[in-house]
């Protein structure tokens, strides 16, 4: 079934054309690299947080959850399921957007098994609940998801400027609650400004990364049907990160409400950040 609905959808995948080193390219760089450093704007908040309190950091964890749950289902899967459609109709595209989700949620299960757990933990110290794993997996996750961010807003602003830096600003302000989301579980773990700002700096640097990787790909099969799969597996991966680890998380230090009113604001922040760009 799968292979015939991927013959299907091959059939009417078309590329997006050859492109060359132009100045639209390069603005089109520069406007996606500036969306995706907005993230480091959200790890300002360790210069206001001086001191560890567990209820924030249970709030921090919530907001994480609920940032990437929303941005899972209100931005990445609305995205794989168009493309999809686009390319296969409506029935086929929504199989295949299912599927490359779930995709995401198994490749994310194995990476939260590389990840190390108790050696990580004991070399900070014992630090509560392993924070620090948990920042630098939210780290991979915010990343992967910049990267189809990257390619959609290079190509937005390739085809029409206009309209491409209304999405690099959309994307740049949602950007900043995502770098808050690496930014707390790795200061409260390592105390350390420059590794929080290192590590912030890494989830935001893969937008510049995922438009280099559009340019590079448009002259070759960067199409919808692979911006589908694309953005599809990203929001799979969110969705596990979110469910298995942050929500636990922010519930294991007692302050469940806390953690529950934050995941709530998470979900509603990013619909709001997209209403007043």
Known sequence: ????????????????????????VFHALLISTAAGLATLAGAVIIYI????????????????????ICVAFHDLWPHSEAYFTAVCGEQIGLVWAVVFLVTGVLLAAVLDRLV??????????????????????????????????????????YENAGVGTTVALAIALHNIPEGITVAMPIYFSTHSKSKTLFYTFL???????GALIAFSLLRIFLNDFTMGIVFAIAAGIMLYIAIEELLPSSRQYGYKRAALIATFAGITIMPLVHLIS
Not at 49 to 68: C, F, H, Q, W
Not at 132 to 156: D, K, Q, V, W, Y
């Open 1 to 24: 079934m799968l292979m015939k609905m991927a013959t299907i959808c091959h059939g009417r995948t078309k590329g997006r054309g050859s492109t060359m080193w132009t100045e639209n």
């Open 49 to 68: 947080i001086k001191d560890k309190n567990e209820r924030l950091i249970s709030a921090s964890l919530g907001l994480a959850a609920g940032v990437m």
């Open 116 to 157: 190390p757990h108790e050696a990580e933990n004991n070399a900070l110290g014992g630090e509560h609940h392993d924070l620090f794993r948990l920042g630098f997996i939210s780290m991979i996750a915010i990343g992967l998801h910049n990267l189809p961010e990257g390619m959609a807003t290079f190509i937005a602003n």
């Open 203 to 209: 989830a935001g640097i893969a937008e510049p990364v």
